[in-house]
């Protein structure tokens, strides 16, 4: 068995996401905390900076796609993408969509929306360090969803653009258990994380009160391979 690190942020859906598939592939692994400063000292000195990453055997991983190819290489059963090329290749575009577009109104709804950011500041450690790493990520996250456009929105909008999206998600869904026959994949763990992550936020709790079979699929997949672990557990 590989000595597994993942370098961790509780509730990163991208965090929540290679949880979910580890487990799946009944993979043993430890997490660390990405915040702690030597853990955070670390992950900059490997030149990455972000979560999730992943330490194989000394080896550094980065970034949820690429840990999750890697992983199904190294690890191919049981199987967490579709064998068919047709469909490999729609759950790559779906994967791509729910990572970018799905999660950047949830992003803004913990980190920039009035009502989501006190709960996001009590992650980070007591103290200036914890508020200086806070308000740097928060700055951070500013900066990207500005880039993306979302940032120029008002919340209206982006509540508007939530509701679009959250459609789309039920539909695609229908009544099937997992998005692609009849096991999970990694878009079921990459959409499961995106909707916890979403129904973490006041706002994002609101709007799925509206959609209860997307409550229902994040449900199933984290009564099998969800548990975010507690900051009181991280080394």
């Excluded at 000595?3 to 990163?12: A, E």
């Excluded at 790559?92 to 006190?118: C, T």
Aim: hydrophobic residues 40%.
């Amino acid at each position: 068995m590989p000595t597994l690190r993942l370098y961790d942020f509780p509730t990163s859906p991208f965090c929540g996401k290679v949880r979910a598939l580890l487990r799946h592939k009944q993979l043993a692994f430890e997490t660390l905390n990405a915040i702690s400063p030597p853990h955070w000292w670390r992950l900059q000195t490997k030149g990455t900076g972000k979560v999730p990453s992943i330490d194989w055997d000394g080896e550094f991983i980065v970034d949820s796609a690429h840990i999750a190819r890697e992983v199904e290489r190294r690890c191919p059963e049981p199987r967490a993408l579709p064998l068919d090329a047709a469909q490999l290749a729609e759950h790559d575009k779906l994967e791509h969509w729910i990572d970018g577009e799905f999660h950047y109104p949830a992003l803004w709804s913990h980190w920039i929306d009035p009502e989501g950011w006190p709960a996001v500041r009590q992650r980070f450690p007591r103290g200036p360090l914890g508020a200086l790493m806070a308000h740097a990520y928060r700055m951070r996250i500013r900066k990207q969803l500005h880039r993306q456009g979302i940032g120029l929105q008002t919340p209206a909008q982006i509540e508007a653009d939530m509701r679009r999206m959250l459609d789309f998600a039920r539909d695609r869904l229908g009544s099937a258990e997992w998005l692609y026959g009849e096991h999970p994949t990694v878009c079921d763990f990459a959409w499961y994380a995106q909707l916890l992550f979403l129904r973490r936020s006041v706002r994002g709790a609101r709007l799925l009160q509206d959609y209860p079979t997307l409550t229902a699929y994040w449900r199933q997949v984290h009564a099998r391979y969800g548990d975010v672990p507690a900051q009181a557990a991280w080394r």
